[in-house]
């Protein structure tokens, strides 16, 4: 049982697990976070250095498009690569569905009320029980179904939930059932209603994603608004922030939203002031130096950089490493929250680097001897 206070306390909905790859998602499993590839695919080694990069800053699985036949003819290698599990993007051809699972994809993102004839459902669904390939439905505002923007009159959530339903339906009457599903669309109003309709009415594991977020400022802000109101509320069981910047970017914003919620902890997270004339050094310039000084930090620390007094040490109290800003250069070093030593302008961030990186380490083989005392049996064994 968690021992967080009542009011920092996430209920996460109750859904089915599957794997995509051996990444979990749903049924209790941490939030995965994902991103998608901008490269050409056929260019295995773009494609392939995008997503080394993107699994670099934690990505737990990345998506690649499969437009046509020379993509799903360079998943075999990029698959084979990736450290990460791959997800085929298939729009509408079944047979790229087929190419993509019998290359190693982990998953197909594809809507099986687009594929066409039964048969090719079949064939589709044939190829993901073969290959151990898991699906995703994708409902998206933008694309939904001629006949129910009739029926619904506009891209409702009511209407986005139905054509997610249809899909289901497809799935559940081939007895597929390893999959999960996304309503996405670019209005944070629509896009919240849309899952929470549909997180009550399946157990499926669901992807959250704001599509079209936008740019990387307005993009991340739109994202932390709509996947933060679900995340918090309990529903989401992997997520995507959908920028227009670099797929590593996304990455990073989706944690930082996981770990705004306390959802998921990875790298150094850091706790900072804006600043302002009581300043005992540069915060902002300090802030930014840290920040990419310790990105290659994947332990979960915090630490909080405080330019003076007034909030320094109550923030400390709560971080692992904390400085607040003194007089004259000299500024306070704190220890699990503790007063410890100090340290100057001029040797701070090389300091904190090396204080964080020692930590990291203790938590490390920490880590390593617990692991290594469950495995070894008892004395009375
Ligand atoms: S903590 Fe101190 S330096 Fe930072 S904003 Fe507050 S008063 Fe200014």
Redo the contacts with the bound molecule.
Sequence with gaps: MSSAPEYRQILRRKSRQIFVGSVPVGGGAPISVQTMTNTLTHDVKGTLAQILKSAEAGADIVRVSCPDEASTAALKEIVRESPVPIVADIHFHYKRAIEAAEAGAACLRINPGNIGSEQRVRDVIKAAKDYNCSMRIGVNAGSLERDLLEQFGEPNPAAMVESARRHIRILEDNDFFNFKISVKASDVFLAVAAYQELAEACDYPLHLGITEAGGLRGGTVKSSIGLGMLLWSGIGDTIRVSLSAPPEEEVKVGFDILKSLDLRHRGVRVVS????A??GFD?IKTVAMLEDRVAHIQTPITLSI???I???PGEARETDIGLT?GGNGTHMVYLAGRQDHQTSTEQMVDHLVELIEKKAAAVEAAKAEAAMAADKPSAAE
């Design positions: 002031c804006p600043s302002c009581r300043q915060v405080i330019g003076c007034v909030n320094g800003g």
